[in-house]
C-alpha cells in the first residue's frame, strides 16, 4: 500500500491560507452581510476570505499529489523592467498626463522580453496607449487628464 506524501512547502502554504481565510471569515461575521442584491459591509470579505480558504483547501490536496519542484533561475530582466513601469507610472502621471505616462510605462514594461526590439516597442506602448483611451477616456467616461501640465499644452 502506498503512502500519501504531502511537500511540506505547499502544505505549509496551503494551511496558511486556510488559517488566514477562516480568521477573516469571523472577523467579517461582526459586520452586517447583507444579501447579495443588497450587500453589506461584511458581506464582500466573507465572499473573499472563503476563496481564501478555498483556495488553500486545493493547495493542500496537490500537496498531496505533487512534490515539489526546485525553483528555477530569478528572471532579473523582467524584474528590472516590470516592476519599475508602474512606478514610473504612478509617479507622472499628474505631471505628464494619462496618455505620455501610460506610454511610457508599456515602453518601460515592454523591455522585460529580450525579443523585444525599439521599433516593436514604440509600437505596442502606442497600441496600448490607444487602446487605454479609448476604453477609459471615451467608452468609460472617467475624467483623465490626457496631457499633464509638465508638457505645457
Known amino acids: ?9 505547499n502544505a505549509l502554504c496551503g494551511a496558511l491560507f486556510i488559517l488566514l481565510g477562516l480568521f477573516f471569515v469571523v472577523q467579517s461575521l461582526d459586520l ?3 444579501t447579495a442584491f443588497r450587500m453589506g459591509p461584511g458581506y464582500f470579505p466573507l465572499v ?10 486545493i493547495i493542500v490536496v496537490q500537496s498531496a499529489r505533487v512534490e ?3 525553483v528555477g533561475p530569478i528572471a532579473w530582466r523582467g524584474l528590472m523592467f516590470i516592476l519599475p513601469a508602474p512606478i514610473v507610472f504612478g509617479m507622472t502621471v499628474r505631471g505628464l498626463g494619462f496618455v505620455p505616462a501610460l506610454f511610457l510605462a508599456a515602453m518601460i514594461a515592454s523591455f522585460a522580453s529580450s525579443r523585444m526590439t525599439p521599433l516593436l516597442s514604440v509600437l505596442l506602448s502606442a497600441v496600448l496607449t490607444l487602446f487605454s483611451v479609448l476604453v477609459f477616456s471615451y467608452g468609460l467616461g472617467l475624467p483623465f487628464r490626457s496631457f499633464g501640465p509638465w508638457l505645457g499644452f
Open 1 to 9: 500500500m502506498k503512502s500519501v506524501r504531502f511537500d511540506r512547502t
Open 32 to 34: 452586517e452581510l447583507g
Open 48 to 57: 473573499l476570505a472563503c476563496v481564501l480558504v478555498l483556495f488553500g483547501l
Open 68 to 70: 515539489h519542484e526546485g
